[in-house]
């Protein structure tokens, strides 16, 4: 059954592909600074390279075969004494294509999937977007995939971002780099800024992060940890690579340890594991317990969870406990990255997702079914307290950067999926400075951008389309003697009008409210009234 849809899908693939129309040529602007894309974890094509002949295949990402080809090619094992993982097919090498550029492997995770192909969308869109504005593959547009599943400092990946970084300065005629990172790929930039400051600093003008977990993601690594992880939602994890398959891999991958965050950060709301315990007290009477472990204590309920755990590799039994020899190095990675200062003459944003449940303590086991054997925790069905963030990512993660960031932004969106979000096109759009300045852009309100009518939800109103609207805003002030004299909230109004084609017009008014923070301005935008086609 599962080979003949194999075949039925690579059918109607084959013909969706012979009848695909081909693209205009798109336009080019040639006065553009180059920009690099960086992705996060499981987001770069990753091939298997034959030892023996050359031959290569795609391993990461894929549908047909997926759980094979990973359970094959892709399950690791680490070696201490490098930092690095090494696949256990001791008979290939994984490699990362560097088609278009480097921008095949982080554009459409499985090119041949054509159907729900929007399921293994990465920069996707942001790459059919910055086409529009003029940006030219292999001129000034690029991208840097990356084996994710060593650690962010790994030295191999050090100097191929060192060495890609010259050539894009070389191949832009000396031309300084935006860099454009997503997710860990924000923790991967940030370690070569500290690691190799003299080249970040004299290839990087601007870097702007986005959804960055910058001290980490606490409640979705713990949960990994225990019961594995879907890459993919909807019907396409029906056929993809189960949640215990990916858990196999990932125990013994660095970067995901460093996904656990900073062990020194100071979180308002500490993340916590939980466990529902039978306890016996003194008279030997029983009771079940709620019981609460902060981050360090939290790995000692790691330890004995998965002391017996184990893979079959070729038939052999080998064993794929919690990794303390991994753990040690990624504790080594955030002395790195704590320690972390930018360039001044290095321009840093940082884009952050909201509005979205994430996961920020987890808790196993029940008071009516308590946790009696840690190692059955991976049949436990997580429970996790969230708060506020991209359902990945918590706020407070992503906004502390560390760095003097020129702004920091809060755009509601999903971990992955903002990076389809047009708030966040307009926003690079606009600190690279590529194309006509955006019409809604205010600079009198530092960052303040308007809604144009195909973001807004609309609803009719006396015969007129309208909207409301709330946006959340960080803005960076230079001036902090102003921040620490004016304590008080300021409210004052703007509108805007702007007419289109064909005499049609819009108009917008809104209130905006500025309260003064120890960090910077925040700025809540109400867009009170928004109409359009009103003359």
């Known amino acids: 059954m599962a080979i003949l849809l194999g075949e039925i899908l690579q059918s109607v693939e084959l013909w969706l592909k012979l009848i695909k129309k081909p693209q205009p040529e798109a336009f080019v602007n040639p006065n553009l600074d180059p920009v690099l894309l960086v992705p996060g974890v499981g987001g770069s094509i990753l091939h298997a390279v034959s030892d023996a ?47 278009r550029h480097g921008l095949y492997a982080i554009d459409i995770l499985d090119p041949d999937l054509m159907i729900g192909s929007e399921g293994v969308y990465y920069f996707h869109d942001m790459i059919v977007e910055m086409r529009k504005w003029g940006f030219q593959e292999g001129k000034t547009l690029f991208g840097f995939g990356y084996d994710f599943r060593q650690s962010n400092r790994l030295q191999e990946t050090m100097d191929r971002l060192a060495d890609k970084l010259e050539s894009i300065y070389n191949a832009a005629g000396g031309k300084k780099i935006n860099i454009i990172s997503h997710s860990m790929g924000g923790l991967l930039v940030k370690c070569f800024m500290c690691l190799q400051s003299d080249i970040f600093e004299k290839y990087v003008k601007n870097w702007v992060a986005i959804a960055a977990p910058f001290q980490g993601a606490p409640g979705s690594t713990n949960s990994t940890f225990l019961n594995g992880m879907s890459f993919v939602e909807g019907w396409e994890q029906n056929i993809y690579i189960s949640k215990w398959s990916m858990h196999q891999l990932l125990i013994e991958c660095p970067s995901v340890y460093e996904l656990r965050g900073c062990p020194n950060f100071h979180w308002q709301h500490v993340p916590v594991l939980e466990l529902w315990r039978e306890r016996h007290d003194s008279e030997g009477k029983s009771h079940v317990v709620l019981e609460s472990y902060p981050p360090f204590d939290s790995i000692e309920i790691l330890k004995q969870a998965l002391v017996n755990n184990t893979v079959n590799y070729d038939g052999e039994d080998l064993p794929l406990p919690f990794n303390l020899d991994i753990l040690n190095w990624a504790n080594k ?42 190692q059955q925790l991976r049949y436990f069905q997580a429970k996790c307290v969230c708060v506020d963030g991209d359902g990945t990512v918590p706020i407070e993660s992503a906004k ?39 019409p809604f852009y205010n600079p009198l309100n530092d960052f303040v951008i308007l809604p144009t009518a195909f973001e807004i939800e609309r609803y009719k109103e006396n015969g007129v389309d309208v909207a409301s609207l709330k946006e959340e805003w960080e803005i960076i002030s230079k001036d902090q003697d102003d921040l620490s004299s004016n304590t008080t909230d300021k409210l004052c109004s703007i509108s805007v009008s702007h007419e289109g084609p064909n005499q049609s017009y819009s108009e917008a008014h809104a209130t905006v409210v500025i309260h003064p923070g120890s960090e910077g301005k925040h700025v809540q935008l109400n867009a009170l009234a928004v109409s359009v086609d009103a003359l």
């Open 333 to 374: 990675t955030w002395e790195i990255l704590s320690s972390a200062k930018l360039p001044s003459q290095v321009k840093f944003y940082n884009i952050y997702g909201t509005n979205l449940e994430t996961p920020h303590s987890v808790c196993f086991g029940s008071g009516d079914r308590p946790v009696t054997d840690l």
């Open 53 to 99: 002949d050359g031959s290569q295949e795609r391993v990461w990402v894929r549908f047909l075969s997926a759980e094979y080809k990973l359970k094959t090619k892709l399950w690791s094992r680490y070696d201490p004494s490098t930092g690095k993982t090494e696949s256990m097919d001791p008979n290939s090498t994984i490699t990362i294509p560097e088609d």
């Open 400 to 438: 502390a950067d560390g760095l003097n960031a020129e702004a920091r932004v809060g755009v509601p969106g999903e971990h992955r999926g903002i990076l389809r979000e047009p708030h966040v096109f307009r926003l690079i759009k606009h600190w690279l400075k590529a194309g006509v300045p955006d």
